[in-house]
């Protein structure tokens, strides 16, 4: 067996999270590479549909795949729509002869058991599907045995890693980890795991055809994070010491490591009034010389706008995080959207340089975060992050990272007094004045203007000062930005004589991916490039790959198709017919069958 | 050019003017930036607060023109936004003296969330609102602090909707320094400025600044007449509006406890100054004067665990100087 993927289908606060996450890191410590995602989780704290995914396999996984092997289910929801609001339930992707573990006790007065899980209401679609049904009393062993609902996820660890065949000793390791070794919680969670274990073997279950065939010890040394983690800690490796932002989804986990973090590394963590605060307080806290960041998503970015224009006349250094949603306005907080990529790249009023990088991973965010902040410093303009909720919140495997690699470049910086008052807005040969930060000694006339302003940074509305202002921060500055080597360059996948193209960034990098390998499994050839800088946008790369193809598929998650629009705009044209969409907006996981049925 | 100072000679306020001529002339706003040019000189001169080391910033208005008209470290930001740059400059590194002008439309209208916020949070930073009951810049319409019934181009027939009392706000919110100056006492506007500066925590100086262009009172016509009008009619300074409360309001035996000067160090200050500001406004006046000194509350800089020998914008950011750390935070992510 070379992948499994996992379902652990309940409600909030069912434990689903917690079940799947602690299967992932297991199987990850085991030697597979874990990709853990949120296949559905509403805006919402209380008790609705709760869906979690789990995909294990050999190589590096970038994202989900169609079919899940194994479905848990803790409640009704992952069988019915029992809303009756046109919800598709995670029985629907059962893989066929996959397998069902359900919780077989009968209603309990838990808040969250509030639908016996009854298969036989779906027995037409059960056997159909040819499912293997393994009825499991979670509830009842956790009620009886321990007093407690909240390990009916680990007794269904226990029953499955009697099933797959999986060390007890590595779960242990991960209740060590996760609940303090000798805790009650630890000694609890280790008990629970054991009553599934033994009601497994007691009752001969085992999915002999689902193991994995692991090795690699070395698995250990790898990273287990989420996107937001990366791009933190991609940050602090960066040198970013003051982060200022405000809790919204799917960006709170970046605020949530940094205000971990930070403190004990001499950094500061502001969690602001507003977005619109946030943003100003990284523009103060650039000014004074810190890296600075802060995360967003739609609504909030939105807020930024004003604070964005303010760091492009001003030329203050910022990186700015966009983890897009489903939108507009409140659109779909929880779920997966790339809507913002227009208010990314055009957002803003006025012109001024800016530069958009989207990573296509993990390991390739963590890195790309150096890029950020030493592209923002030299260039002394906004730096955008963009990414979307799939990549944001999903767990993935990566090498062991390595912050050696990275190099920091503050860019033009004055540290003595020069000749003559210090003036922030100079007009030098490639256009970019030297900063100095206020307290350097002998300095005292560094000012920062949103006017249109001097060289020593004074309003001026003057013809002549103005043009050779523009042409400094926007016109000058964009030419040296295309010619730097530091820009993320696209990824190319495929032979070049390829006559499908695809082109993508954001976390459709695994699924599109995988749709052109499975073209290849079928004989048919297929090229794709991830773009991983949007802005300069890499035209040149962009107009030769869709030249070299007979059909270029832009895939993305926007009814309004913002990559299609961006590329005709900047690199072919309309080539109304070559150009295609393969668009989702339904705020589900883009998959690799949902690519190859789309074209 | 202007020479750079260098500490030997002592720093004159030709030397920190800048060129700017924003303003009409009698406007109270002059009066302002020579108190404050004054207070630089004395931190430098008297007090061995490096140049460098101060820090102002402006928003937008007639007000916000302030880092024009010196030659200063300075940021001049977009509408209401000026505090938040200027908490982000203060916690980035606490080594700075920031001050931050704002006027009425741009800290009680557009900026009045990060007004709010600066104050309870309590960033060691001065705010000075050169507060004149108008926007100027725009032509006179009425500002949330313009007096019910003032007539300007946006209210014609006389403002009706109340206006922002931001003493009380910034008293509410827990701002460790609050005090109400006025433009045309120089030497006691500059005393309060540099109390304010020297107060740990978040302080506001909001003052009476008036138009002389677009605030227009019956009665008060020519050029200077509305500093009549302020003077006249509308401030009343703190230990008159004290004593007066003292004696009319409060009974004899309640009044044996009450000091017979006002105290703005005092614990219960805040809710006096409350009750003054009430008093004061049943008689259509406004108090002027130092309401509230409170420097014992942790600064934002405090909490977050900034200070002057751990400023964010000084660490030691190189990856060989924090590598073993940032081992750690790998290793917590396997």
Same mark, same amino acid.
């Given at each position: 067996?070379? *992948? ?13 999270? *917690? ?314 907080? *929880? ?8 208010? *990314? ?120 000062? +103005? ?133 | ?40 000189? /004395? ?111 946006? /209210? ?64 008060? +016509? ?65 108090? /002027? ?46």
């Amino acid at each position: 067996m070379g *992948t499994l993927q996992v379902c652990g289908a309940g409600r909030a606060g069912d434990g689903t999270n *917690t079940n799947v996450s602690i299967l992932g890191q297991v199987l990850k410590d085991l030697g597979a590479w874990v990709f853990v995602w949120r296949e559905e989780v509403y805006s919402n704290i209380h008790t609705r549909d709760t869906a979690f995914g789990l995909r294990a396999a050999g190589g590096p996984v970038y994202g989900p795949d169609d079919a899940f092997d194994i479905l848990e289910a803790f409640d009704q929801g992952a069988f019915l729509d029992w809303t009756g609001e046109g919800r598709v339930p995670p029985l629907a992707r059962l893989r066929q002869g996959g397998v069902i573990l359900y919780d077989s006790s009968p209603r309990l007065e838990y808040p969250n058991t509030g639908h016996e899980v009854r298969p036989e209401q779906v027995e037409g679609e059960v056997r159909a599907k040819g499912a293997r049904l393994f009825g499991l009393p979670m509830g009842r062993l956790a009620k009886e045995r321990f007093g407690n609902y909240i390990v009916r996820g680990t007794i269904a660890l226990g029953a499955l890693a009697h099933m797959l065949g999986l060390p007890e000793e590595a779960f242990v390791r991960r209740f060590a980890r996760l609940f303090r070794e000798g805790s009650d919680l630890f000694r609890l969670n280790l008990e629970a795991f054991r009553a599934g274990l033994e009601h497994a073997r007691s009752e001969g279950w085992a999915l002999p055809d689902l193991r994995l065939a692991l090795s690699a010890p070395e698995g250990d040394r790898r990273q287990l994070l989420l996107g937001n983690e990366a791009v933190a800690l991609g940050a602090i490796v960066a040198g970013c010491r003051f982060y200022a932002g405000y809790p919204i989804t799917p960006a709170s986990e970046v605020l949530e490591y940094m205000a971990e973090k930070l403190p004990a590394l001499g950094g500061v963590v502001v969690q602001a009034d507003s977005e619109m605060a946030a943003a100003h307080h990284v523009i103060g806290g650039s000014v004074a010389g810190a890296r600075a960041m802060t995360a967003t998503s739609g609504p909030g970015f939105s807020l930024m706008q004003e604070a964005i224009s303010a760091a492009g006349i001003t030329e203050t250094p910022v990186v700015i995080v966009v983890s897009q949603r489903g939108g507009p306005a409140t659109g779909l907080p *929880t779920k997966v959207g790339q809507e913002d990529l227009n208010e *990314t790249v055009f957002g803003g009023h006025g012109d001024f340089a800016r530069i958009v990088l989207a990573p296509t991973d993990a390991e390739d965010a963590f890195y790309m975060m150096e890029k950020a902040f030493n592209l923002a410093d030299r260039y002394q303009c906004p730096v955008f992050v963009i990414y979307d909720q799939m990549f944001a919140q999903s767990t993935y495997t990566t090498p062991p990272l390595d912050p050696s690699r990275f190099v920091i470049d503050r860019g033009k910086v004055v540290t003595v007094p020069l000749n003559g008052p210090y003036r922030r807005y100079a007009l030098t040969e490639d256009g970019i004045s030297p900063r100095a930060f206020p307290g350097t000694p002998g300095i005292y006339t560094i000012y920062t203007n949103t006017n249109e302003h001097t060289e020593e940074g004074y309003i001026t509305e003057e013809m002549v000062v +103005r043009k050779a202002m523009v042409e400094k921060r926007v016109v000058k500055r964009m030419d040296l930005i295309r010619r730097d080597h530091d820009l993320p360059p696209p990824r190319l996948h495929g032979p070049p004589d390829a006559p499908i193209g695809f082109i993508a960034y954001g976390s459709t990098y695994g699924p599109v991916l995988e749709a052109v390998e499975r073209l290849a499994g079928q004989g048919q050839k297929a090229r794709f490039l991830a773009l991983r800088t949007l802005w300069p946008f890499p035209g040149r790369e962009v107009r030769r790959f869709v030249d070299s193809c007979r059909v270029v598929y832009v895939v993305e998650y926007s009814a309004g198709a913002q990559l299609r629009g961006l590329i005709q705009r900047e690199a072919t044209g309309p080539m109304a017919r070559k150009i295609r969409s393969i668009l989702r907006y339904d705020g589900r996981p883009m998959t690799p069958g949902y690519v190859l049925q789309a074209m | 050019m202007a020479a750079v100072y260098t500490p030997q000679k002592p720093l004159t306020a030709a030397d920190i003017t800048g060129p700017g001529a924003w303003w009409c002339s009698g406007c109270g706003d002059f009066g302002v930036t020579a108190a404050f040019k004054e207070v630089v000189l /004395t931190l430098v001169n008297e007090m061995g607060v490096p140049l460098e080391r101060i820090f102002v910033l402006s928003g937008i208005g007639c007000s916000s023109k302030e880092p024009e008209m010196l030659r200063l470290n300075a940021y001049h930001g977009q509408h209401g936004r000026s505090i938040p740059v200027a908490m982000g400059v203060a916690l980035a590194n606490p080594n700075l003296v920031v001050v931050d002008f704002g006027g009425d439309g741009d800290t009680y209208a557009i900026g009045m969330e990060h007004f709010v916020h600066a104050c309870v949070k309590n960033v060691n930073m001065t705010l000075i609102v050169m507060n004149n009951q108008v926007y100027g810049l725009t032509r006179g319409q009425a500002s949330p602090t313009g007096h019910l019934g003032l007539r300007t181009s946006s /209210t014609p027939e006389g403002k009706k909707v109340r206006p922002v009392n931001p003493l009380k706000l910034a008293i509410a919110a827990g701002a460790a320094f609050v005090a109400r100056g006025v433009s045309w006492k120089r030497k006691e506007l500059a005393e309060l400025m540099l109390k304010a500066i020297q107060t740990k925590g978040f302080s506001l100086l909001d003052v009476f600044s008036p138009c002389v262009t677009y605030h227009r009172e019956p009665g008060y +016509r020519g050029s200077g007449a509305i500093v009549d009008w302020y003077r006249l009619n509308y401030v009343v300074d703190i230990q008159e509006a004290w004593r007066a409360m003292r004696e009319q309001v409060f009974s004899e035996e309640e009044r044996a406890h009450l000091p017979a000067d006002y105290d703005p160090t005092s614990p219960l200050a805040p809710l006096y100054a409350l009750r003054l500001i009430e008093e004061a406004a049943r008689r259509g006046k406004e108090v /002027t004067g130092l309401l509230v000194m409170n420097p014992s509350a942790p600064t934002l800089e405090e909490s977050l665990g900034a200070s002057p020998e751990r400023a964010p914008a000084l660490v030691d950011i190189s990856v060989e100087a924090n590598l073993e750390r940032y081992r750690r935070l790998l290793d917590e992510l396997r």
